[in-house]
């Protein structure tokens, strides 16, 4: 038997195992994170996650007082005040203060209906970046950079489909802040004030360096005057707490949220948020949890196929080498991403919805990632001449380094580093989760974000790969 007839039945073998092992490895994952409800032994379902009418997962959780809207008209209000709570503040935590988290709002609103997740439009102070005119949960348009305490003028104006948020100082003259349309808005929607308030997120320091997020419970109240609504019967305002809420202590013993009308003002005092969500839910790229797996295996037979005959057959074993681990990256990705996720949905899981060509380019660009790895690993041993030597060198490079970037144990900013100059930077092209900047979050490679682009990080790791490639062909003879 020759060598090339024995690597091809090696081959073979390394490839079924790799992708196994993948696929394999992701479905175990999923069945154990089994998702249970409920309490003194008894299991209930679990409550699912709010999503808006394009399946996205949100957060809608907010104190609304409302009233009826027809196709025509809009709202004027002065926001006279705003202030708010926080509880159990750095450094001490043990003490509950008077402020507003960056992310607070409080305004008026158009919105479809009261049920969790139906499109809105609206133009809201907020506790730190100003004036913000936000739609359907992940459009934001910045206005103003004013300041909360003091009073600041807002209105709304629907026409059809599309509404529109103007801003004053003064009530007379006017800025126009942005345009939103939310299609298929009915002809009688709700319009009003609305408060909400998400938690304020802090980080503690655990491992070796690495930090975890703690979130307490926020409350925010704001005071409206001047009240003036158009397009709509003269009616007294409803009082409507969309999501989750009351359940504090403080809300129980010092401040519930809700609507309080007195001499022409109304206050909403209300917590949460409304906006995209990732956190509590399972991002797709966590089915490829055995991907390092699958790439030690392929490390190992790349480097074993390694030959120094000449330049030419080293390239033609760079060629089948990536081709197959390409074909087996792919298959992996492919199977493990919708399987994984039907476990996860069926044990009671919920799962951020991607799209297909979001799905389609995770499975390709995980076939890329296995072949540059691969290619990697076969160069380095011709280049290093030992291939044990070369197989510990680019595991560490790209399977452990990324193990130690994604687990809580390294600072957050030295496993950025890890994931932008190493090889190990070819994994961000599992990311699906988007980070959205008007949403507090962790967002760190152990939470799933990646400090590059995807397209970004597999040019690093294909960088390494080509140049490694380079200069093992340059050792040959021709």
Do not use: N
């Not at 390694?306 to 992996?332: E, I, M, N, P």
């Amino acid at each position: 038997m020759t060598t090339t007839t024995a690597w091809t039945g090696g081959r073979i073998a390394a490839l079924v195992t790799a992708t196994l092992i993948t696929v394999l490895s992701g479905l175990l994952l999923a069945f154990a994170g089994r998702s249970t409800c409920g309490q003194d032994d008894v299991e209930v379902p679990c409550p699912t996650a709010t999503r808006d009418h394009q399946g996205q997962v949100v957060t809608d959780q907010l104190t609304l007082a409302h009233r009826p809207l027809g196709r025509e008209g809009g709202i004027t209000v002065r926001l006279a005040s705003m202030t708010g709570i926080i509880t159990y503040p750095p450094p001490d935590h043990d003490e509950i203060v008077p402020g507003l988290v960056p992310w607070a709002k409080a305004g008026v609103i158009v919105k479809d209906g009261t049920g969790p997740g139906s499109s809105y439009a609206a133009l809201v102070m907020t506790g730190g970046h100003g004036v913000r005119l936000q739609h359907d949960y992940t459009h934001d348009t910045a206005g103003s950079a004013s300041d909360p305490s003091g009073p600041r003028w807002l209105r709304l104006t629907r026409s059809g489909d599309v509404v529109t948020g103007e801003e004053s100082a003064d009530g007379r003259a006017w800025t126009t802040v942005g345009t939103a349309t939310l299609p298929g808005l009915p002809d009688t929607a709700v319009v009003g004030l609305v408060v909400t308030s998400p938690g304020d997120l802090t980080f503690v320091p655990t491992g070796l360096g690495a930090s975890a997020g703690q979130e307490r419970f926020t409350q925010a109240t704001a005071v409206f005057d001047h009240v003036t609504v158009d397009g709509t019967p003269a009616a007294g305002w409803t009082d409507t707490r969309i999501g989750e809420s009351g359940t504090t202590d403080w809300e129980k013993f010092h401040r519930a949220p809700g609507v309080v009308e007195s001499d022409g003002t109304v206050t909403v005092t209300g917590s949460g948020d409304i906006a995209p969500r990732s956190s509590g839910v399972h991002p797709v790229e966590g089915t490829l949890a055995g991907l390092g797996l699958g790439l030690l295996v392929l490390i190992v037979a790349a480097a074993r196929s390694a030959t120094r005959q000449d330049r030419k057959a080293l390239l033609g074993r760079a060629v089948v080498v990536g081709s197959t681990s390409f074909a087996a990256g792919l298959v992996a990705a492919a199977a493990v991403m919708p399987l994984g996720s039907a476990v996860l949905r069926a044990t009671g899981g919920d799962v951020l919805p991607v799209s297909f060509p979001t799905g389609l380019r995770v499975a390709v660009g995980v076939g890329v990632l296995a072949a540059a790895t691969a290619v990697l690993a076969l160069a380095a041993a011709v280049l290093l001449r030992r291939r044990w030597v070369a197989v510990l060198v680019v595991a560490t490079g790209v399977v452990l380094t990324y193990a130690l970037a994604v687990l809580p144990l390294l600072p957050d900013e030295v496993t950025r580093w890890l994931l932008r100059v190493t090889p190990a930077a070819g994994f961000a092209v599992q990311q699906t989760v988007v980070e959205f900047p008007q949403v507090v979050a962790q967002y760190t490679p152990s939470m799933g974000y990646y400090p590059l682009p995807w397209w970004a990080g597999l040019l690093v790791l294909c960088g390494y790969a080509g140049t490694a490639l380079w200069f093992a062909v340059r050792r040959l003879p021709r």
